[in-house]
C-alpha cells in the first residue's frame, strides 16, 4: 500500500510541474522541435557551442541548451531564475538583468527540485513551519526532553505541528516568498548568514536561502510605488508577522545550469553538483547542435 501511494504522490507531483521541470535525468524525452527561449543566456550558450572545440565542454554545453529548450518560451515581464548549480538568484524585467543575490541550495542528498512557481508577496518576521522530517531529526526530541532549551529557541508544538516563532534565531531568517508548491520549498532567508561566504553552498534540505535577504525583498517590492528599503526595515524591526503583497504575482523558474554566460560576455562552467550532466546522453545533443560550419542534414 505504501508503495502505490509514494508511486501516486509521484505522479501527482509530475501532472503539477510543468513539462520544462519535470526529472528527465533518467529516461531521455523523445525528440521535439526545439523551443527557444526569448533569453540572453541562451543565445550565448548557442553561440558558445558553435565556437567551442573541446568535446568535454561541447557536451555540457548542448546539456545546458537542451535544458534552456524545456523553459517556456516567454518567460514573463518581470521574473525569477535560480540557477543552483551556480548558486545564484537573479530578478529579471524582459531581456534586463535587475539584480544577482548569492543562494544557498539542497545538498547532492537533498537537492533542490527543478520546477516553477508564481511569487505573490512576501511575508517578514515568519514563523517557520517544521517539516516532520526535519523535526525528527532533534527538533521534537528537544521540545519534548528539554522544553526550556526549546522555548530558548522558539520551538513549540502547536495543533499537532512543530513550529519555531519570529526572531532573529528563526531558520527562516526575517523573511521568506509567498509561492504555494508541491515540494513546499521556499526561497527565504536564514539565520546563519557567514555561509554565503562559501564558494560551494549546496547545504540545505532543498530550500534556498537568499543572500542580502532584505535588499533582495526590498528589490522585489520596489514595483509598489510606495516602497522602499525603510519601509523594509520598518515592518521588520516591528517583530509582527506581515505579508506584503506583491501589485501582480511573477514567475520564479528554479532550474540547474551548469553553463552560464557571466558580465563580462565568458561563458562561466560550474560543478555539475547534482550529477545531472553524466545523466545525459552527449552524443545525442551534440548531434542536435553542429559545429559551426557543419550542414545540418534535412530530408
Same mark, same amino acid.
Given at each position: ?62 546539456? @545546458?541548451?537542451?535544458?534552456? $529548450? #524545456?523553459?517556456?518560451? =516567454? /518567460? ?5 531564475? !535560480?540557477?543552483? &548549480? ?105 539565520? @546563519?548568514?557567514?555561509?554565503? $561566504? #562559501?564558494?560551494?553552498? =549546496? /547545504? ?5 536561502? !537568499?543572500?542580502? &535577504? ?86
Amino acid at each position: 500500500m505504501r508503495k502505490t501511494f509514494s508511486a501516486l504522490a509521484g505522479l501527482l507531483i509530475a501532472l503539477a510541474s510543468p513539462v520544462w521541470a519535470q526529472d528527465h535525468s533518467a529516461v531521455e524525452p523523445e525528440e521535439t522541435a526545439p523551443v527557444l527561449a526569448n533569453h540572453p543566456y541562451h543565445e550565448a550558450l548557442r553561440e558558445a557551442f558553435a565556437q567551442e572545440t573541446d568535446a568535454g565542454r561541447r557536451a555540457t554545453l548542448a546539456a @545546458n541548451l537542451r535544458r534552456w $529548450e #524545456r523553459m517556456p518560451a =516567454a /518567460l514573463g515581464e518581470r521574473y525569477l531564475l !535560480v540557477n543552483a &548549480a551556480a548558486f545564484e538568484l537573479t530578478l529579471w524585467e524582459g531581456r534586463r538583468e535587475m539584480g544577482r543575490w548569492r543562494v544557498i541550495v539542497g545538498t547532492p542528498r537533498t537537492p533542490t527540485p527543478i520546477f516553477q512557481a508564481e511569487v505573490s508577496g512576501v511575508i517578514f518576521n515568519p514563523w517557520w513551519e517544521i517539516p516532520a522530517s526535519i523535526a525528527a531529526e532533534g527538533i521534537a526530541a528537544m521540545v519534548r526532553n528539554r522544553p526550556a532549551a526549546a522555548r530558548q529557541r522558539g520551538y513549540v508544538y502547536q495543533n499537532g505541528r512543530y513550529r519555531q516563532r519570529p526572531g532573529p534565531g528563526n531558520a527562516l531568517g526575517l523573511m521568506k516568498l509567498v509561492m504555494p508548491n508541491p515540494y513546499s520549498v521556499f526561497l527565504h532567508d536564514t539565520s @546563519n548568514r557567514t555561509l554565503f $561566504e #562559501r564558494d560551494v553552498r =549546496a /547545504l540545505s534540505h532543498g530550500c534556498i536561502r !537568499v543572500g542580502d &535577504a532584505l535588499g533582495f525583498a526590498t528589490e522585489l517590492l520596489a514595483a509598489r510605488p510606495d516602497w522602499n528599503r525603510a519601509r523594509t526595515d520598518e515592518v521588520v524591526e516591528s517583530g509582527r508577522t506581515t505579508q506584503i503583497d506583491l501589485p501582480e504575482s511573477i514567475p520564479l523558474y528554479i532550474g540547474y545550469f551548469t553553463a552560464e554566460p557571466g558580465s563580462d560576455g565568458e561563458m562561466r562552467y560550474f560543478e555539475d553538483i547534482y550529477g545531472r550532466d553524466r545523466s545525459v546522453s552527449a552524443t545525442r545533443l551534440i548531434d542536435r547542435y553542429p559545429a559551426e560550419g557543419e550542414q545540418e542534414c534535412r530530408s
